[in-house]
């Protein structure tokens, strides 16, 4: 049986901390133009019972996503033993290209694959770089799609990495500002022949809902009065993304297990997108709760949103890089265990895979 299987990992976590406390001196506005009528500690506190977030790294000046994917790449070579010149493909997931730091100006031309292929310095012609812009779940996307091209024949072995520099992308003066942050990682996926209980990839789920839901996550102007409306940053409906995830990611996830035949109670570790402590909380939650299943069991999900925020598509890869070397508390892997990653992000998208470590 051949399946598609990580076979190394890496990842670039920023050297700068912005905590909490260096937002405290921020005057906040709303959408409306108008200040939030609280003082920046209240709001600072208030955000970070909802979302867990104590602090966030941010990258140097001197680099882009490229440059930090490169480092999340070479790492995950080195974990791997993988000599770059064997890779079919690079896929790099993403949502605003380099940005220059003090600049607002997006990059993407030629793409951030072919920006990091040259920097890892592979030379072989045959190796596809290309991009992949799916919001957050775009690392998990790249799963699903080297997965498909190996199973048509078009590659066995790829290069999936997730990079984002959201720090040059915020509006300073919304509060969801403090959510985002910078960061990479990476991983090699080979399709290899496996038995039917050894590892890889055992299936995958993937939605897109674009009717009202395409304007949740977008580009928009400053909320401080009197911006210029032609510079946008990144802007989020938070009840809207709450609740949207609520009810289509626990499904979607169930919906991943069953098409890999696996029964919930087999599963060991959810790697979810490091969006928001309370909403994952809540949706690993209602997910068991899919299955009948009240409370979920102890230590099921590994978190690094208290200390590395919300850096996209950098997220999951991140996380499972931390377990894999055993960085994070009480966290894991061993031979067998059956995994899942999800992520839900602008489009509105959403995603799964099934792997068994």
């Given amino acids: 049986m051949l399946r598609s299987v990580i076979t190394g990992s890496g990842c670039y976590i920023p050297p700068s901390v912005q905590s909490n406390f260096d937002f405290t001196n921020h005057v906040f506005y709303s959408e409306t133009h108008e200040p939030?009528?609280?003082s920046p500690?209240?709001?600072?506190?208030?955000?970070?019972?909802?979302?867990?977030?104590?602090?966030?790294?941010?990258?140097?000046?001197?680099?882009?996503?490229?440059?930090i994917g490169s480092i999340a790449a070479k790492n995950a070579f080195i974990n791997s033993g993988t000599d770059p010149e064997e890779i079919d493909q690079i896929i790099v997931a993403h949502n605003f290209g380099n940005v220059l730091k003090h600049t607002i100006q997006m990059d993407a031309v030629p793409s951030l694959?072919?920006?990091?292929?040259?920097?890892?310095?592979?030379?072989?012609p045959n190796c596809i770089a290309y991009d992949i812009l799916f919001?957050?779940?775009?690392?998990?996307?790249?799963?699903?799609?080297?997965?498909?091209?190996?199973?048509?024949?078009?590659?066995?072995?790829?290069?999936?990495?997730?990079?984002?520099?959201?720090?040059?992308?915020?509006?300073?003066y919304d509060r969801d500002s403090m959510i985002f942050s910078d960061g990479a990682g990476a991983v090699v996926l080979e399709y290899k022949e496996v038995g039917d209980t050894g590892p890889g990839m055992l299936g995958a789920s993937a939605q897109t809902h674009s009717l009202e839901e395409v304007d949740y996550i977008n580009m928009g102007m400053s909320y401080y009065p009197g911006s210029d409306p032609r510079i946008r940053y990144i802007k989020m409906k938070g009840r809207k993304v709450?609740?949207?995830?609520?009810?289509?990611?626990?499904?979607?996830?169930?919906?991943?297990?069953?098409k890999s035949a696996v029964d919930i109670k087999d599963l060991?570790?959810?790697?979810?997108?490091?969006?928001?402590?309370?909403?994952?909380?809540?949706?690993?939650?209602r997910m068991y709760?899919?299955?009948?299943?009240?409370?979920?069991?102890?230590?099921?999900?590994p978190m690094s949103i208290h200390w590395l925020g919300n850096s996209s598509v950098a997220t999951i890869p991140t996380l499972y890089d931390l377990v894999c070397n055993q960085k994070v508390d009480d966290h894991q892997l061993s031979p067998g265990d059956v995994?899942?990653?999800?992520?839900?992000?602008?489009?509105?998208?959403?995603?799964?895979?099934?792997?068994r470590y």
Wanted: charged share 25%; proline share 3%.
């Fill in 36 to 38: 939030l009528g609280v």
């Fill in 242 to 258: 709450y609740e949207y995830a609520m009810k289509y990611v626990p499904a979607a996830m169930k919906d991943c297990l069953d």
């Fill in 339 to 355: 995994i899942l990653f999800a992520s839900v992000g602008a489009g509105m998208n959403i995603n799964a895979v099934c792997y």
């Fill in 289 to 301: 709760q899919l299955y009948g299943i009240s409370k979920p069991p102890e230590h099921i999900m």
């Fill in 135 to 172: 919001g957050c779940p775009g690392w998990v996307q790249g799963l699903i799609q080297a997965d498909a091209f190996f199973k048509a024949g078009l590659a066995k072995k790829a290069l999936v990495i997730g990079t984002e520099t959201l720090s040059r992308v915020i509006d300073i």
């Fill in 268 to 285: 060991k570790k959810v790697f979810i997108h490091q969006a928001n402590e309370k909403m994952d909380e809540g949706i690993i939650k």
């Fill in 41 to 67: 500690e209240v709001v600072v506190e208030k955000f970070k019972q909802i979302t867990g977030i104590e602090e966030r790294r941010y990258t140097t000046d001197d680099l882009t996503a490229s440059d």
């Fill in 113 to 124: 694959a072919s920006h990091i292929k040259h920097l890892l310095g592979i030379r072989n």
